[in-house]
């Protein structure tokens, strides 16, 4: 006792700095933990209850070669009933006759086509629009075409989320793993993290377009995006937020329900994660606070940090303190890593640990610029 008496005597002007210091470190401790609460709970599924009819949607635009890539892996689904539709938004090259290739091999496939001489500014709101009304099935599942599912269980396992009151479903879509990607799939999954965590809050601001499902009846009540056609942000999100009112949303987080995006190329990240920062300034104040707390609560903890190493004489202590942080959040990304059955990447969060914010800030500019439609 008298030796923390001392210590606090120490400090003088510095001891609302070491409260903040504390405050700080047992936040993003106690938060990271809640967070990663939240990844381990499992999806609620619908027992004893017959297969319900699903239907597939997928829209393409001068992708000829990613549907003969990846189109037979949804296709090929391991499911009783299901079909996929296929809705062409203005293709010039020949993903009309690749689509009739795989039309008399596969009779599950419907497609329906938007010409390219449309007058529409944008169409990927129509094209799915299109598909939805075209769809058989109640339950919906939608992809994009540079996807694949990792499963061929992929649609059993997303409908198996769908209950009678259940609106939304949402999974996980990573990069592939191949050389270059570690900084991509590791801010995918944070994304994915991120998404459970505020839908865990009530607070549905977030979707993946390469891996979600929502049931047709919800949508024709909500009359879908009649509100904004013409533009393409938020084809994803906002529809989970106004489906969320008319019913349950639930992520899945079985290895089974996961895409992996073949994609790799610099401008199709770019684009990725731009569109994410797009969507992220239009979210309610509650949501970005929930959503900035916990990097909020690290970035002030380093701060502190940093000014009793540079300006006290308990810089070690402060050391000490960074290491300890540090390995604790190794420790807990890799075992959220392990439940979704993810790479280890503790190399990559170091990096991210001392220059992410450089990352954040340069994709967070070129939002501002850009961003209205990926390629």
């Known amino acids: 006792m008298n030796g923390f008496i001392a210590f606090w005597d120490g400090l003088g002007p510095h001891r609302l700095f070491f409260i903040l210091l504390v405050l700080s470190f047992l936040g993003h401790v106690f938060f990271l933990i809640f967070r990663y609460r939240v990844l381990s709970g499992r999806g609620k599924k619908e027992e004893g209850r017959e ?18 890539q990846n189109l037979e892996y949804f296709l090929r689904q391991d499911y009783p009933c299901f079909e996929v539709v296929v809705v062409d938004e203005c ?29 529409f500014r944008q169409t990927k709101k129509i094209a ?35 209950g009678e009151r259940t609106a939304v479903v949402l999974g996980m879509a990573n990069y592939v793993e191949a050389k270059g990607t570690g900084l991509r799939r590791y801010f995918r999954f944070l994304r994915f993290w991120q998404m459970c965590l ?79 920062y797009v969507q992220r300034r239009q979210w ?15 970035a002030l903890f380093y701060a502190l940090a940093f000014h009793f190493i540079f300006r006290t004489e308990y810089g070690w202590y402060a050391g000490g303190c960074m290491l300890l942080v540090y390995v604790y959040d190794v420790l807990m990304v890799r075992a959220a890593l392990r439940k979704l059955n993810q790479k280890q990447l503790s190399g990559m969060l170091f990096c991210m640990n001392a220059c992410g914010f450089v990352y954040k800030g340069y994709y967070w500019l070129a939002s501002l610029w850009g961003g209205e439609r990926r390629k």
């Open 128 to 162: 799915i629009h299109i598909g939805v009304l075209a769809a058989q099935y109640d339950v919906l599942l939608f992809s994009e075409i540079e996807c694949r599912p990792a499963s061929d269980q992929w649609i059993r396992t997303m409908a198996s989320a769908f």
């Open 51 to 68: 297969p319900e009819g699903v239907s597939v949607i997928i829209t393409s635009s001068n992708k000829a070669d990613l549907l003969r």
């Open 284 to 298: 309610p104040w509650l949501a970005q606070g929930w959503g900035t707390l916990d990097f909020a609560l690290e």
């Open 91 to 119: 293709s010039e090259d020949d993903t009309k006759e690749v689509l009739s290739d795989f039309q008399e091999r596969y009779p599950n496939l419907k497609t329906s086509r938007i010409p390219p001489e449309t007058k």
């Open 198 to 276: 505020l839908s865990r809050l009530g607070v549905h601001v977030m979707a993946d377009g390469c891996n979600m499902g929502y049931r047709k009846k919800y949508y024709l009540e909500a009359r879908g995006y009649t509100e904004n056609t013409q533009s393409y942000m938020g084809y994803d999100s906002d529809i989970v937020k106004k489906l969320s009112r008319k019913g349950k949303v639930e992520i899945v987080k079985d290895a089974a329900s996961f895409v992996v995006l073949d994609e790799t190329g610099r401008r199709a990240w770019k684009s990725d994660y731009v569109y994410h």
